[in-house]
T-cell receptor, first 116, second 110 residues
Framework: DAGITQSPRHKVTETGTPVTLRCHQT?????MYWYRQDPGHGLRLIHY???????DKGEVSDGYSVSRSKTEDFLLTLESATSSQTSVYFC???????????????FGEGSWLTVV | DAKTTQPPSMDCAEGRAANLPCNHS???????VYWYRQIHSQGPQYIIH???NNETNEMASLIITEDRKSSTLILPHATLRDTAVYYC???????????FGKGTHLIIQP
């Protein structure tokens, strides 16, 4: 298993509160990703990082921000959680972009977030 | 972006080979074909990937047609634990990340 730890694994929060999900890796990989998975939509990319302090938006970035101050940690923040952000969130890592070579992306075990 | 087409579901008997097809007729020359699977409530698991040649690892084999417009993932001796949703993904040029479709729900029957 890739050395990826997501925390918390489960969280219930109230609408309007800020929430931060943490992804920690022990592989020293350059690239980190946050996905969300919802019924009927599959996995969708929220944000990704290609290095410390280097991040970019994915397909569904509205309402989310990210930060990467260290290689090993990638934080996903919901500034003001809404019920539509109830989802399973997956962190992923890779050591190179697939545009250069056929490298592999490895996923964490997920964080279940419920916004009530 | 190259898109993939997979059957929504398939059944396979335990102990038999499971052959999962994927169509990617618009694939570009430098795009890789990846296969992942997701067992219920777990994170997606990498299985295998390839560019042109057939590939094999401890989990599966990947057969890519000569024109690269389709591929088949083969699980040689399926077990009940192989029941999962299998995703065939073509990684677009310049993309950071993977774009997941709906995949194939493979059900291994005892």
């Amino acid at each position: 298993d890739a050395g990826i730890t997501q925390s918390p694994r489960h969280k219930v929060t109230e609408t309007g509160t800020p929430v931060t999900l943490r992804c920690h890796q022990t592989e020293n990989h350059r690239y980190m990703y946050w996905y969300r998975q919802d019924p009927g939509h599959g996995l969708r990319l929220i944000h990704y990082s290609y290095g410390v302090k280097d991040t970019d938006k994915g397909e569904v970035s509205d309402g989310y921000s990210v930060s990467r101050s260290k290689t090993e940690d990638f934080l996903l923040t919901l500034e003001s959680a809404t019920s539509s952000q109830t989802s399973v969130y997956f962190c992923a890592i890779s050591d190179q972009t697939g545009a250069i070579s056929g490298n592999t992306i490895y996923f964490g075990e997920g964080s279940w977030l419920t916004v009530v | 972006d190259a898109k993939t087409t997979q059957p929504p579901s398939m059944d396979c008997a335990e102990g038999r080979a499971a052959n999962l097809p994927c169509n990617h007729s618009t694939i570009s020359g430098n795009e890789y074909v990846y296969w992942y699977r997701q067992i219920h409530s777990q994170g997606p698991q990498y299985i295998i990937h390839g560019l042109k040649n057939n590939e094999t690892n401890e989990m599966a084999s990947l057969i890519i047609t000569e024109d690269r417009k389709s591929s088949t993932l083969i699980l040689p001796h399926a077990t009940l634990r192989d029941t999962a949703v299998y995703y065939c993904i073509v990684r677009p040029r310049g993309a950071d990340g993977l774009t997941f479709g709906k995949g194939t729900h493979l059900i291994i029957q005892p």
